[in-house]
C-alpha cells in the first residue's frame, strides 16, 4: 500500500452538515476501496473564484490515507460521479507536505504563522549585514601619509 493525500471540494450543503457524519461518508468511500485512512481535516468553508455547479461556496477538505496504487483511479472515478464532491486531486504523499501542514494552522494564509523569519529579525539581519558592508579601515588620505608624524610637545613647567 501506498500514501496518499486528496485535497476534496465539496458541496456547501454537504460540507455544512456536522463534520463527523462528513468524515464518516469520506471515509466509508475510501474503505470502499480497501484503504485506510490516517486523517481528514476540514480546512475551510470558502467563497470559490467561479462557480462550480451552480455553488458559490464549498468546503474544502485533506485527507490523508493508504491504498493499493490500482485502485486509485477508481477511487477518482468514484469521486466524479458523487454529486456532492466538487472537484478531487489525489496526490502521492509528500513528507515535506506535512512538516509544512504542521507549521500553518490556517491553510489559507490569515492568521497563519510566518514561514520565513519575522520583519524584526530580518530587519536586523539586513542592518547588521549593511554595516559590514560599509565599515573599512580608516583610510588614510594622501596628505596624511606625506606629513611626517608629529610628536605632542612635552608640557613644561
Not at 496518499?4 to 465539496?10: D, H, K, S
Not at 490523508?64 to 456532492?84: A, G, H, N, S, T
Not at 464532491?85 to 501542514?101: C, D, E, G, M, T
Amino acid at each position: 500500500m501506498k500514501k496518499y493525500e486528496a485535497m476534496l471540494v465539496l458541496e456547501n450543503a454537504f460540507g455544512a452538515k456536522a463534520w463527523e457524519d462528513v468524515e464518516a461518508e469520506l471515509r466509508k468511500l475510501i474503505e470502499r476501496f480497501d484503504g485506510q485512512v490516517e486523517s481528514a481535516t476540514k480546512w475551510a468553508d470558502r467563497r470559490l473564484a467561479y462557480e462550480i455547479n451552480k455553488q458559490k461556496r464549498a468546503v474544502y477538505v485533506l485527507i490523508l490515507f493508504e491504498m493499493d496504487p490500482e485502485k486509485i483511479r477508481e477511487l477518482r472515478e468514484q469521486c466524479v460521479l458523487d454529486e456532492r464532491i466538487l472537484r478531487v486531486l489525489v496526490l502521492a504523499f509528500n513528507p515535506r507536505s506535512q512538516k509544512h501542514l504542521e507549521a500553518e494552522p490556517h491553510p489559507f494564509g490569515r492568521g497563519s504563522k510566518p514561514v520565513s523569519k519575522p520583519k524584526a529579525e530580518k530587519a536586523a539581519t539586513s542592518e547588521e549585514a549593511a554595516s559590514a558592508e560599509t565599515a573599512t579601515p580608516e583610510a588614510v588620505t594622501p596628505k596624511e601619509a606625506e606629513a611626517p608624524a608629529q610628536e605632542p610637545a612635552a608640557d613644561q613647567a
